[in-house]
């Protein structure tokens, strides 16, 4: 069963930039689509971006020229690099395969601070 393991966030000043790395497990992950989520407090998970197994991205427009996926498949691992952060970015951040996603992973709080 695949499993997802997400690290790196924390706290970061408004401007600041942060890494997110996303282990996966159980599975070939070079065969996945991939996504980044995100879920803020008292609102619905939502899709941030997506990488395919052959690199190419997509972004949620509030993200945009901020964020970038990008993944190893000889490593299993997906990338969020964050850049330009906003206090609006503040949630828990997960990975998990774009199209039927399975069992969520714990998540990476990264909180960001006016």
């Known amino acids: 069963q695949v499993q997802f393991v997400e690290s790196g966030g924390g706290l970061v000043q408004a401007g600041g930039s942060l890494r997110l790395t996303c282990v996966v497990s159980?599975?070939?992950?070079?065969?996945?689509?991939m996504g980044w989520y995100r879920q803020a407090p008292g609102k619905q998970r939502e899709l941030v971006g997506s990488?395919?197994?052959?690199?190419?991205?997509d972004y949620a427009s509030s993200v945009k020229g901020r964020f970038t996926i990008s993944r190893d498949n000889a490593k299993n691992t997906v990338y969020l690099r964050m850049n330009s952060l906003k206090p609006e970015d503040t949630a828990v951040y997960y990975c998990?395969?774009?199209?039927?996603?399975?069992?969520w992973g714990q998540g990476t709080q990264v909180t960001v601070s006016a």
């Open positions: 159980g599975s070939t992950s070079s065969i996945y689509f």
């Open positions: 998990n395969k774009r199209l039927l996603p399975v069992l």
């Open positions: 990488i395919t197994s052959g690199g190419s991205t």
